[in-house]
């Protein structure tokens, strides 16, 4: 059973930083891509990040420069180190993974930013 456990989530001021974590088990971790969604309040769920297998990473814009996703095979952990943090970035964090897109999910963690 394909298991994704994110933490790291927490209330932070606008300008600090936050590391998010996603556990995963039962899957065979690094043949698939993993990405960092997002929903925000009355929001949609947006994808925020992604890293292939092949640590090809990928980005939305509005986190470009700003926050940094990677991966630790040897733990079956993927990252998203969020800097310059925005009262825009709240929003419940998922993790997901697959090999084309999010075949699988994690039951998020919640980013509160503070102004």
């Known amino acids: 059973q394909v298991q994704l456990v994110e933490s790291g989530g927490g209330l932070v001021q606008a300008g600090r930083s936050l590391r998010l974590a996603c556990a995963a088990s039962?899957?065979?971790?690094?043949?698939?891509?993993m990405y960092w969604y997002r929903q925000g309040p009355g929001k949609q769920r947006e994808l925020v990040a992604g890293?292939?297998?092949?640590?090809?990473?990928n980005y939305v814009d509005s986190v470009k420069g700003r926050f940094t996703i990677s991966r630790d095979n040897a733990k079956n952990t993927v990252y998203l180190q969020m800097s310059s943090l925005k009262p825009e970035d709240t929003a419940v964090y998922y993790c997901?993974?697959?090999?084309?897109?999010?075949?699988?999910w994690g039951q998020g963690t919640q980013v509160t930013v503070s102004s």
């Open positions: 890293i292939s297998s092949g640590d090809i990473t």
């Open positions: 997901a993974a697959g090999i084309n897109g999010a075949d699988y």
């Open positions: 039962g899957v065979i971790f690094r043949s698939k891509s």
